[in-house]
Structure formats: C-alpha cells, structure tokens
T-cell receptor, first 111, second 113 residues
Framework: NAGVTQTPKFRVLKTGQSMTLLCAQD?????MYWYRQDPGMGLRLIHY???????AKGEVPDGYNVSRLKKQNFLLGLESAAPSQTSVYFC??????????FGPGTRLLVL | GQQLNQSPQSMFIQEGEDVSMNCTSS?????WLWYKQDPGEGPVLLIA?????ELTSNGRLTAQFGITRKDSFLNISASIPSDVGIYFC?????????????FGKGTLLTVNP
C-alpha cells in the first residue's frame, strides 16, 4: 500500500495564480483532512471531509476550497494565491477520529 | 479554542541519554496521541492513549496519559541519532466536531552522536 500520497511535492506560484493540490489514499479511509504547517504554529486544520461528497471548514479555511468527489481523493484548491499561503501542506486520512495517517507534504512558495 | 502546550520547545542531547517531554492543556482530553515528524516528512503516529493513567510503550518509547486527563508525557530511552525530529502531542477537541485534532507546537529533538 502506498498509504497517503500528495501531488505535487513542491510548487512555486506567483501572487494571484491558482492551483490544486491532490491527495490520494488507498486505505479505504472515510475521513480525510488538509493541514498547513508553519514555523512556530504547528499543524492547523484547513478543511476536512467525513466521507465522499462531504466537506467542512477547519480552523483556517479562508482562501482555500476543497472537493471530495471520490472516497480516495481529496483536493485542495487555491483560487488566487497570496504570499501568506506560503507553507507546507499535509494531507491526512483516518479510519476513525483517532490516529491520522499523513502524506509526505507539499511545499508551496507564493511570490 | 483548546490549546496544547508542549515542553520543552527543543532539546539537545547526547546519544544514549534518556529523553522526557510533556504536553499540558487547560481542558480535559479523552485521547492523547503522540506523533513524530522526521525532517522533510509528514508526521507519523507513535503512540495513542485512551484512558487516564494508561502507560503504553512502543519499543524505546513510553507514553503516559495523565491522571488529571490534562497532560501526557513521552519518554525515549537510550536515544539514538534516528530519534532526531519533531515530536507532537495531539488530542481530539471536546465538544462540537470530533474530527478536529488539536496539535501542540512540537518539541524539536536533536541527538548528538
């Protein structure tokens, strides 16, 4: 099993550009999450999904949108990137509310 | 919102030494999770604790769920260079959505060979 995979691994954007981060999991987990990690801030939840076709806001949802059209995929979109969105983005999935399985991360730089 | 305070923020130790770190909260948690993040990687779950007073081991790692349910401790015995990384505690928020984990800001561990 590949576990949780993320695409791309690294990306540079200019302010105002858009992009989509893809997360895929092969563990048949119901729950999926998007976090961002910034120095000194720990991991903060952006959006999450409790099942196919559902999404909900986390702690820091502004500027992001998500979609969960298939159970195994969770997409994170940035419609108009801002320098404040420079961060490392982690996708995670879980069978229940407990332990999250994290992906390797996507490093995003917005100039 | 709920916050988890991890201590210390960073540690520099010699290989072979034992390590202790803790996580405290002003709120009660029903579950405590400990994660490790290697440089350039995503966090990996080390130990999960579900009951006050519970003591659980995973190899050289031992974690305890505090009796007050407001704290948890992680100990690493006989540290080795591959123990380097950031250790996070986490717990599910009480009330409201059960799907939101609160993470501490982490303890950065450096092990000198």
């Amino acid at each position: 099993n590949a576990g949780v995979t993320q695409t791309p691994k690294f990306r540079v954007l200019k302010t105002g550009q858009s992009m989509t981060l893809l997360c895929a999991q092969d563990m048949n987990h119901e729950y999926m999450y998007w976090y961002r990690q910034d120095p000194g801030m720990g991991l903060r939840l952006i959006h999450y999904s409790v099942g196919e076709g559902t999404t909900a806001k986390g702690e820091v949802p502004d500027g992001y949108n998500v979609s969960r059209l298939k159970k195994q995929n969770f997409l994170l979109g940035l419609e108009s990137a801002a320098p404040s969105q420079t961060s490392v983005y982690f996708c995670a999935s879980s069978y229940s509310n407990q332990g999250r399985h994290f992906g390797p991360g996507t490093r995003l730089l917005v100039l | 919102g709920q916050q988890l305070n991890q201590s210390p923020q960073s540690m520099f130790i010699q290989e072979g030494e034992d390590v202790s770190m803790n996580c405290t909260s002003s709120s009660i948690f029903n579950t405590w999770l400990w994660y490790k993040q290697d440089p350039g990687e995503g966090p990996v779950l080390l130990i999960a604790l579900y009951k006050a007073g519970e003591l659980t081991s995973n190899g050289r790692l031992t974690a305890q769920f505090g009796i007050t349910r407001k704290d948890s401790f992680l100990n690493i015995s006989a540290s080795i260079p591959s123990d380097v990384g950031i250790y996070f505690c986490a717990g599910p928020n009480s009330g409201g959505s059960n799907y939101k984990l609160t993470f501490g800001k982490g303890t950065l561990l450096t092990v000198n060979p």
